[in-house]
Nanobody
Framework: QAPLVESGGGLVQAGESLRLSCQASGNILHIDTVAWYRQAPGIQRELVAKITRDGRISYEECAKGRFTISIDYSKNAVFLHMNSLRPQDTARYYC????????????WGQGTQVTVTS
């Protein structure tokens, strides 16, 4: 039981930055891994980045060098800092919780829209 709520999306111009937040309702240490995914219309949902409760981080190619995932244990939240945004980053961004580290990602947020104009 770990509901997630995303926020921080918006409309920005290319080159600008956004910080997305993924707020857990309870202790985020009860979640093994939190991942950020994104999905644009007509395009398959793709993984962006993930972070484990002990701080291990991985990025997909689309995020490397531009995005930073972090966790704030005191706030029970995971963040995705997105720099140098490009129109190709336009998508709805979701956070998902893999509760036990089994790859199931049982809990998903409602998503937050990111739109990047050129």
């Amino acid at each position: 039981q770990a509901p997630l709520v995303e926020s921080g999306g918006g409309l920005v111009q290319a080159g600008e930055s956004l910080r997305l937040s993924c707020q857990a309702s309870g202790n985020i240490l009860h979640i093994d891994t939190v991942a950020w995914y994104r999905q644009a219309p007509g395009i398959q949902r793709e993984l962006v980045a993930k972070i484990t409760r002990d701080g291990r981080i991985s990025y997909e190619e689309c995020a490397k060098g531009r995005f930073t995932i972090s966790i704030d244990y005191s706030k029970n939240a995971v963040f995705l800092h997105m720099n140098s945004l490009r129109p190709q980053d336009t998508a709805r961004y979701y956070c998902a919780a893999d509760l036990r580290g089994l790859g199931l990602y049982e809990r998903w947020g409602q998503g937050t829209q990111v739109t990047v104009t050129s």
